[in-house]
């Protein structure tokens, strides 16, 4: 018998006993067949249990399912990730090796009529971060500031109120630190090479040279003229200067950077948009720490365009030393003087003393030195010439001589009797002139300044009607007073034409008669610029064409050449008949033969010119004014001179004028 156990067949020993030479089992389990047989044997029992499968076909469907789902987010995330967000997550990943750095564009420069240079750019160094390259953990970045302080000399508070302040322009250069010279730029460059975020940046900074380069055969300022550093022309220039965060937020749609300069005054900024140019912009490939490794790209700036003015430097630095020699002689410091060509608003010079020297600005000023300008007490950045407000005094005369004439209140031929002044009630009306002038006609009136006759025209007396106060201001207004004359560049002043209804309003008080004979003077409420009377002055010399003041001619392209005329802008005209013009000009040529004006009989030519004292306080000198035309036949200049507290216009601004304008006679045969 062969004892021998199927290997297939499993049995359990536990609780078996042998029978008739076999095994006995209490229980079995399933078993193979290995033979292909099924032949039953007495150990299979009924009652036997057997091993079942416990993958049922629900649970492998469970399991498929769970396996779909699991692929299908798996995909779904890389789709998301490589099509739906693929430009994205590039752009990051590129933002992180690569880096477009912009290249600033040369600014345009600035020439006066006769083609003299008085604007450059310098090449300067500034210390710039990039936010997004500095170190995210806080104690990191205390360090790099800590040793960026140490490299540069400045505070360190300073340095972390910088970052913070442009902390929303991540991918953007910010300027730390800027006009670094040359040797320190390559130390600071050395010193923070293993710094991350810190570079040094080249640009170019803006100089201005009142004193002019020669680039044309016209003589630069000649050496007679002197020139200060705190110059007038710098409120014609104005200058550039850091954008403010206020001025980030509304120029960084428009292409402009956190480091960027703009106009902020005058030229540079009334014409920024094309003095600036457009940048460039070089794209680099940067290591981990944000240090340039390659450049991938460049694409060159274009330079902006230049500004030719109708400034002539010339004429500038001569009225403007004639008038602080003036100021030198009287003691006084503040003063303002505009000349005109009256044949087209062109603004040959323009003169605020005192000045300031823009240099100081360009880039950015130091606290001390701001304070100083802003705490100066005859305010040197101010414009005195377009945005000072006066009572005209005497200057305003001619004007409303015009209107009585238009008016047909008076003729040329009409007289008043000057006695010393007029009665009105309990009121007495003075002349300048104890006793008056005597039988005064229009043109006598304008050569002596008869106040008398100004009284009677404009707000009545005897049996002359008057002007009265509406058609006084309609006149003015009409010469552009009141308003802004819209010289292109910042500050201009309106001035102020008062009326009833204003008085009323403000004053709480009706308008008197009183009012209309202080107005008919160029007293009380009424207040001009400078620059109104020399456009009134140029207005009545043309022949009643009143322009637009500009003081730039024109914008040239820097590569092409082509140049861009500003033409000239008519503001009013044929509002007052030429014939009656023509005799007011008289009346201002009489005032230079045989009244106020008499310096400038030296002239070589005819002219016409006015004087004006305003009386503005009781307890200060009155400002002194002057104003006039040359040639008297075809006026080619106005000029107006106003001195604050001067005293008498006809002692101290007629003077100067006249100096002034025999001066530029020579100088005008000679160019």
Not at 28 to 35: G, Y
Not at 224 to 253: A, F, M, Q, R, W
Not at 402 to 426: D, H, R
Not at 596 to 621: E, I, M, Y
Request: glycine fraction near 8%.
């Amino acid at each position: 018998m062969n004892n021998e156990v199927d290997p297939f067949l499993i049995i359990s020993k536990k609780n078996s006993n042998r029978l008739d030479g076999k095994f006995r089992l209490s229980w079995t389990e399933d078993c193979f067949d290995v033979h292909g047989t099924s032949q039953k044997t007495d150990v299979l029992d009924s009652g036997t249990s057997h091993i079942g499968s416990s993958f049922t076909t629900k649970k492998v469907f469970f399991i498929l399912i769970v396996i779909a789902l699991s692929i299908s987010v798996v995909v779904g995330r890389l789709m998301y990730l490589q099509i739906l967000q693929g430009d994205t997550f590039r752009n990051l990943a590129e933002g992180n090796r690569q880096r477009i750095i912009p290249i600033p564009s040369e600014r345009g420069l600035v020439f006066d009529r006769n083609d003299v240079q008085i604007t450059q750019n310098i090449p300067n160094f500034s210390l710039a971060v990039i936010p997004q390259d500095l170190p995210k953990k806080n104690e990191e970045l205390v360090k790099v500031i800590v040793e960026l302080a140490d490299i540069v000399n400045k505070n360190v508070e300073e340095i972390a109120e910088i970052i913070h302040k442009y902390s929303n322009y991540q991918r953007d250069s910010i300027i730390i630190q800027e006009d670094i010279p040359y040797e320190m730029a390559l130390k600071i460059q050395i010193a923070t090479a293993d710094l991350p975020g810190i570079y040094v940046q080249r640009g170019s900074k803006r100089l201005y040279t009142p004193q002019g380069i020669v680039t044309s055969t016209i003589p630069v300022v000649e050496e007679s003229l002197t020139v200060h550093n705190d110059n007038s022309l710098s409120h014609i220039l104005g200058y550039v200067g850091k954008l403010s965060p206020e001025e980030v937020k509304e120029n960084y749609n428009k292409g402009y950077l956190p480091s960027d300069s703009i106009g902020k005054t005058g030229v540079e900024k009334t014409y920024e948009q094309y003095l600036r140019g457009i940048y460039g912009r070089r794209t680099i490939e940067v290591n981990s720490r944000g240090k340039e490794q390659s450049v991938l790209a460049e694409e060159s700036p274009n330079s902006g365009s230049h500004i030719k003015l109708n400034i002539d430097i010339n004429i500038q630095a001569k009225l403007e030393e004639i008038l602080q020699n003036t100021l030198d002689k009287i003691q006084k410091k503040r003063a303002s003087a505009v000349a005109m060509n009256p044949q087209n608003g062109e603004i040959l010079a323009l003169v605020s003393l005192p000045g300031f020297d823009n240099n100081d600005f360009s880039g950015g000023i130091d606290a001390g030195a701001y304070t100083r300008y802003i705490e100066d007490e005859n305010k040197p950045l101010f414009n005195r010439a377009i945005a000072g407000a006066y009572p005209s005094g005497s200057v305003i005369k001619p004007s409303i001589a015009s209107a009585a004439l238009e008016e047909k209140i008076i003729t040329p031929y009409t007289t008043v009797n000057s006695v010393g002044g007029i009665n009105v009630g309990q009121w007495f009306f003075p002349d300048w002139k104890a006793g008056g002038h005597g039988t005064t006609d229009v043109r006598k009136s304008i050569a002596w300044s008869v106040n008398t006759f100004y009284y009677t025209i404009g707000g009545g007396y005897g049996n002359i009607p008057g002007l009265g106060v509406t058609k006084m201001t309609e006149y003015f207004k009409k010469y552009g007073l009141g308003s802004e004359l819209g010289i292109d560049i910042p500050g201009e002043a309106e001035g102020f034409v008062p009326s009833p209804e204003w008085k009323e309003k403000v004053k709480k008080e009706p308008w008197y008669i009183g009012d209309t004979y202080n107005l008919s003077i160029g007293q009380g409420d009424l207040l001009v610029t400078p620059l109104q009377i020399t456009a009134i002055t140029s207005a009545i010399s043309n022949g009643g064409i009143l322009y637009e003041p500009h003081v730039v001619h024109s914008i040239i392209d820097p590569i092409t050449k082509e140049e861009t005329i500003a033409d000239s802008k008519i503001l009013n005209e044929n509002f007052i008949h030429k014939e009656n013009l023509e005799t007011i000009k008289l009346g201002m040529k009489d005032c230079v033969e045989e009244g106020s004006c008499w310096d400038l009989n030296r002239l070589p030519f005819r002219s016409g010119g006015k004087t004006g004292t305003a009386q503005w306080s009781s307890t200060k000198d009155t400002h002194a004014w002057f104003t006039a035309f040359a040639p008297f036949e075809k006026p080619e200049i106005a000029i107006t001179i106003m001195v604050e507290e001067g005293g008498e216009g006809g002692w101290v601004s007629e003077p100067a004028g006249a100096n002034f304008l025999q001066w530029w006679a020579t100088y005008r045969y000679k160019n």
